[in-house]
């Protein structure tokens, strides 16, 4: 009797497990495919993007450019920051103990500024040239 009882116990395990595997396989499944259209749905807004700037600007140079410049003026807010956070770590941390370490930090923290400012201000300075300096 325990003998069938242990068969029929693994039967319906063996069940159990199948129907929970095709329910996270078909999980699994919708959810690349809900991942694929949505990375090309991305992938059609950055084109129309770069179009958009491309007719805004009137040239397809110009255009590249302005749209390279934002995407460089969006991505350089978390890298800068995520820089400036490292000197601080090490100009207000390991700066404590050693005085080169200080130094290295506050140096990081200028660079990173500087950079931050300049990847801000360099997006409008272009469309400033390009709007009036063209003429």
Do not use: W
Request: charge should be positive; hydrophobic fraction near 50%; glycine fraction near 6%.
């Amino acid at each position: 009797m325990k003998k069938i009882v242990t068969i029929i116990a693994i039967l319906v395990l063996i069940v159990v497990a199948n129907s929970c595997i095709t329910k996270v396989y078909a999980a699994n499944r919708a959810i690349d495919e809900n991942l694929e259209s949505k990375l090309i749905q991305m992938k059609e807004n950055s084109a129309n993007s770069l179009e958009d700037y491309k007719v805004k600007y009137g040239s397809e140079a110009y255009g590249t450019v302005a749209y390279i410049l934002n995407l460089v003026r969006i991505y350089s807010i978390p890298l800068c920051f995520l820089g400036i956070a490292i000197g601080a770590i090490h100009q207000y941390i390991i700066g404590i103990r050693k005085l080169d370490t200080l130094e290295k930090g506050m140096g990081l923290i200028v660079t990173f500024v500087t950079l931050l400012i300049i990847c801000q201000i360099l997006p409008l300075a272009f469309a400033v040239f390009v709007k009036f300096g063209r003429g």
